[in-house]
């Protein structure tokens, strides 16, 4: 009964390589998104989805590419993986209903490692 | 542009109470949230304030002021267990919708 859950939970892979991590959420939720969390525990949004539809997408590097297949469902595929690429990745799922409570539910993360 | 501030570490002793600041910037405020995050694990939701006050819930009470962009997060009766990092983030909207951001959050260490 996971809310939110992310594959694989633990990624290493050499520089260069080609990854996809994938998430799902099973809230009925309309608003999914991908955040990085580096060295420093800096949370940082990267992109966000509503409905399939892109809504965010902030400065990330278009070796990143996200996939919304449905609105329970967005994957990310990197290319031509960097040492800095290395960090946890988190995905997170939210209703967004205008105002009022619209947290967000986490994935328990992907730890990538670069070498 | 938004900037949100809050300090790096802090240390409490158990059984005591802690006040977590948050200071921010932001165009478009549409509420303030307060996650806790242990080590090697996900957010989670603690709080949400929208209109100037104190929420409370439970041992932990979040206070919000809109003209002065400040929050706090206050955590009583301190548990070993609530040694933590304390995310304060921001949702703003603009015209291309709405969108969250995240302190780089306070580490609170609880010592007995």
């Known amino acids: 009964d996971t809310a939110v859950s992310q594959t694989p939970k633990y990624l290493v892979t050499q520089m260069g390589n080609d990854k996809s991590i994938k998430c799902e959420q099973n809230?009925?939720?309309?608003?999914m998104y991908w955040y990085k969390q580096d060295s420093k525990k800096f949370l940082k949004i990267m992109f966000s989805?509503?409905?399939?539809?892109?809504?965010i997408n902030e400065t990330v590097p278009n070796r990143f590419s996200p996939k919304s297949p449905d609105k329970a469902h967005l994957n990310l595929h990197i290319n031509s993986l960097e040492l800095g690429d290395s960090a946890v990745y988190f995905c997170a799922s939210s209703q967004d209903r205008g105002r009022g409570y619209n947290e967000q539910f986490f994935g328990p993360g992907t730890r990538l490692t670069v070498l | 542009g938004q900037n949100i501030d809050q300090p790096t570490e802090m240390t409490a002793t158990e059984g005591a109470i802690v006040q977590i600041n948050c200071t921010y910037q932001t165009s478009g405020f549409n509420g303030l949230f307060w996650y806790q995050q242990h080590a090697g694990e996900a957010p989670t939701f603690l709080s949400y304030n929208v209109l100037d006050g104190l929420e409370e819930k439970g041992r932990f009470s979040s206070f919000l002021s809109r003209s002065k962009g400040y929050s706090y997060l206050l955590l009583k009766e301190l548990q070993m267990k609530d040694s933590a990092s304390y995310l304060c983030a921001v949702r703003e909207l603009n015209s291309g919708g709405f969108k969250t951001i995240f302190g780089a959050g306070t580490r609170l260490f609880v010592k007995a």
């Open positions: 989805y509503n409905n399939k539809e892109l809504i």
């Open positions: 809230l009925g939720h309309d608003t």
